[in-house]
Structures are given as structure tokens and as C-alpha cells.
């Protein structure tokens, strides 16, 4: 019954839950076994949450008292170590933060927990959640459960590995450019950048540049990002980009008046993309249609004009180096190889920043003109497959470029504050998973939840584990 408790997704366990078909100290216990036969291989875990097994006894004790119990009663959850837990350690994939133990949860984690989820353990990450692969001096490398000499990404990564293998049903990641869209499309799982302020980043590091960090759900399926995000979004009355949104409603963002209309594009605009991640990018458009939705081959004039991986580049090194600096005073001899590349990096300089300001605002008024006439956009997340660890430059389609480049199709979204949704469609010629991207307009989640879970209904790969 263990390897099956942890198959199961994490709207299925709160169902078992609650009609008592299975105790949340089965679930907890099912998922710690996990972890103790597989972590060791695939390293995404850094700390259990003491407490994890005297919180199911509660929940089960709730269950049996017939008390009224949240939508994700008694369900584990894991978290990337950036994100803020009270009194378990968040420790930033960092030796300058070693033991750091916060006081309070991060308002994100607070509201998992409302909604009755119970903190399993903190996932894996790069230092300071700043790159595209999950390593760091303090826990080292996380590997991808699809094949461990691969990456499982960055920087959500030991959260993407824990949920894809098993160990975890549902996690929280950040995403600054890649990070929460990316790990999915390594692992094969689904996840959400919501719009940007729908969920607020109190309680997590780093936050700058604010304008472009975002937290948000990561699972096995499209309706547990739902039911998460559900519960996530809202303003917090401390995160000040959070203070404009109402609450989510899976109601809002479809026009009954007409029928959907979707876009599918692999470029121009977001860097050479490999041959088999754009016939997936096709399927789904292809399925789509034959489930009756108006489906097009689009362009956006402006991701050609201006490259969103140059403007992010040039205008997030400028709002990142203080934090660093501040944080990496005086323990320099503690820094990890990605911090000190990014504060090597040259600062833009007023000129370059000022047009790439303008850049952004193009590229925004790029997709609002996109967004008027369409309702969703299919792109790919990643450009390839997983790739080997350590690997720093890539052939794709004929052309050379170095790692940034993977960031091509995901960062648009975190320049422009859009919503996006990865999950996988598809599975590459060495058996690695490849995931689309569903992106909508602001504050169109529930539309892109909605074509997400068509295209879930009729996908390829739907119940696919690795094999460990």
C-alpha cells in the first residue's frame, strides 16, 4: 500500500482522507519510507520537518472527531529551502545561513497549512535560488529521478525531483526566470507561475528584483496546482505587489459568449528550440483542436524585437548585486561558484537600463495585443530534454548557446508579470520528459488551468512514473 499512497495525487489523498479510507499517519509514514529509500540517490531533501508525524496523529485524530477539515487535510507537503518555515531550518542552500531556523512561516506555508496541509521537509536548491541547476556547498546536487546523471533543474529543483520520484505529492517552489516552469519540464511533474502578486513572497529570499520573483505550486496534476493555488492567492497585507488581486476564483477568466481561442508558437523570439520539443509543442496545439478549441500558428512581433533573456539580463543583475553583497559580507570564503558569477558580473550601465525599461513595457504591450484576440498561448517551457550536470553550453537545432539560453521561453513571462503553467505532453527519444507551457493573459489562471487540464484529459503520458 506504500508505493501506492505515494502515486497517488495530492486531491486524491485529501479524498481518502476525509471519507477515511486511509489515515494521514499512513500517508506521512508512506511518504518518510519513500524518502529513506530514495533520497539517498537522488538527494532532493535537506531537512525532514520535526513534528511531521505528531501533526498526522493530529489531523487523524480531527478526521476521527468528525471535525471540519480543510481541503488539503492531512496532506504532506514539501518546500525549497528559500522559502521561510517556523522552527525548521531554511537555510537558503547556503553555509552562510547554516542552523538559521525562522521564527514564522512564510505567508505561503501559512496558508498550506490553513488549508490543513502538513510540512513534510525542505527541498533542494541552488544557492541563493540563482541557477539552473540544484547545487550548492552546503547539500550538494540534486539529481533528476528520470536519470541521475541529469538535472532535475534549478532553481525548485530539489522540489521538482521530490515530487516527480514520489517522496513528496506537493510542494511549493520560486521562480525568478526558470525556476518553478523549468524544474517541472526536467521532472516531467506540473506547475504554476501564477501572475505576478497573486501570491505573496512574504516570508521568502531572496526577493530582488521583487518585480520579477514569484512563488507557486508544484504537483503531479493540473487540479492539485488548483486546489493549491486556490488556497495561495490573495493579498497578505505585507507584500505590497499582493495588495491589488481579489481571490481566486476557478470561475473567472472564461468567456461563455465565444469559444476558446489558442495560439501555439516555439518561436521566433524565444532562442533555437530542438526538433522534438517543437513537434510536442504541435501535439498539444494538434490535440486542442481535435477537442473542438480554435487553434492557430501565432507569432509576437515583439519577443522579436526585443529578446526578453537580453532585457531581463540587463535590468535584474543591477536590483540583484546589493542583496548579494549585503547577504555575502564578510563569509566571501563561503560563497558558491554561481554567487560569485553573478557578482563578477558588469553593472548595466544607466543608459542600457533605462532602454531595457522600455523594452519590458513593449513587451508587454506586445502580449496585451496578443491577448486581445486570443485567450491562451502554447509554447514549450525548455528548449531540450533534462541535460547532463554541469553542462554550460548546448547545440540546439544547429545552434550553439550557453545555459542562460534555456531561460528563452519562460523569462518573457516574469518580465511581463504573465501567468504560465508547465507540464509534460511529451517524452524524448532517450525517455526524458518534455513538457509544454501553457501561458494567459493577467490574471487568467483559471483559463490556463482549464486548457491544462484539456490537454491533461487527452495527454500521451498521464500516469508515467520513473522507475526507481
Do not use: C
Not at 537558503?92 to 488549508?115: L, Y
Not at 541552488?126 to 546536487?141: A, K, Q, V
Not at 506547475?191 to 529570499?205: C, F, L, N, Q, Y
Not at 522600455?358 to 514549450?380: K, M, N, S, V
Request: aromatic share 6%; glycine share 10%; no cysteine.
Amino acid at each position: 500500500m506504500t508505493h501506492q499512497i505515494t502515486r497517488f495525487d495530492a486531491t486524491k489523498l485529501a479524498e481518502l482522507i476525509r471519507t477515511r479510507e486511509i489515515s494521514p499517519v499512513e500517508v506521512m509514514q508512506a511518504h518518510l519510507d519513500r524518502i529513506e529509500a530514495i533520497d539517498p540517490t537522488i538527494n532532493a531533501i535537506v531537512t525532514i520537518a520535526e513534528g511531521s508525524r505528531d501533526a498526522a496523529k493530529a489531523a487523524e485524530a480531527a478526521v476521527m472527531a468528525g471535525e471540519e477539515l480543510g481541503p488539503l487535510h492531512g496532506v504532506p507537503f514539501t518546500v525549497k529551502d528559500s522559502i521561510d518555515t517556523a522552527g525548521v531550518l531554511t537555510q537558503r542552500g547556503s553555509p552562510i545561513f547554516r542552523g538559521r531556523t525562522p521564527d514564522q512561516d512564510a505567508t505561503s506555508v501559512a496558508r498550506m497549512k490553513k488549508a490543513g496541509g502538513i510540512l513534510l521537509a525542505k527541498t533542494n536548491l541552488p544557492e541563493f535560488s540563482y541557477w539552473i541547476e540544484s547545487d550548492n556547498l552546503l547539500s550538494g546536487r540534486s539529481n533528476n529521478p528520470w536519470d541521475v546523471t541529469r538535472t532535475p533543474g534549478g532553481s525548485s529543483g530539489g522540489e521538482s525531483a521530490a515530487i516527480a520520484a514520489g517522496m513528496s505529492p506537493l510542494g511549493l517552489g520560486t521562480d525568478l526566470a526558470i525556476s518553478v516552469r523549468g524544474p517541472a519540464a526536467q521532472t516531467g511533474i506540473t506547475s504554476m507561475k501564477a501572475t505576478h502578486g497573486r501570491v505573496p513572497m512574504t516570508g521568502i529570499w531572496p526577493r530582488a528584483p521583487r518585480r520579477f520573483w514569484h512563488v507557486g505550486p508544484m504537483a503531479r496534476s493540473v487540479r492539485d496546482v488548483a486546489l493549491a493555488f486556490s488556497q495561495l492567492a490573495g493579498p497578505d497585507g505585507q507584500d505590497a505587489f499582493a495588495t491589488i488581486f481579489g481571490q481566486f476564483d476557478a470561475d473567472i477568466g472564461l468567456n461563455p459568449e465565444r469559444p476558446l481561442r489558442v495560439g501555439w508558437m516555439v518561436g521566433p523570439g524565444f532562442g533555437p528550440v530542438d526538433p522534438e520539443v517543437a513537434a510536442t509543442v504541435k501535439a498539444a496545439a494538434e490535440a486542442l483542436k481535435d477537442l473542438g478549441i480554435h487553434v492557430e500558428h501565432v507569432g509576437i512581433p515583439a519577443l522579436e524585437r526585443d529578446f526578453a533573456l537580453d532585457v531581463f539580463n540587463r535590468l535584474h543583475v543591477m536590483e540583484m548585486k546589493p542583496a548579494f553583497r549585503e547577504a555575502t559580507s564578510g563569509h566571501e570564503a563561503e560563497m558558491y561558484k554561481m554567487s560569485r558569477t553573478m557578482l563578477s558580473l558588469p553593472d548595466t550601465s544607466m543608459s542600457d537600463f533605462i532602454d531595457a525599461e522600455q523594452a519590458a513595457e513593449r513587451l508587454r504591450d506586445g502580449y496585451a495585443d496578443y491577448f486581445a484576440r486570443f485567450d491562451a498561448l502554447i509554447t514549450h517551457v525548455l528548449p531540450i530534454p533534462a541535460h547532463k550536470h554541469g553542462v554550460e553550453e548546448f547545440a540546439i537545432d544547429g545552434q550553439t548557446v550557453d545555459a542562460t539560453y534555456l531561460q528563452g521561453a519562460t523569462v518573457p513571462l516574469n518580465v511581463t508579470g504573465l501567468p504560465g503553467l508547465a507540464m509534460r505532453f511529451g517524452t524524448s527519444r532517450e525517455g526524458l520528459p518534455i513538457n509544454v507551457q501553457v501561458v494567459g493573459a493577467w490574471q487568467a489562471e483559471s483559463t490556463i488551468l482549464h486548457v491544462a487540464s484539456l490537454l491533461e484529459s487527452v495527454s500521451p503520458v498521464q500516469g508515467i512514473f520513473p522507475d526507481l
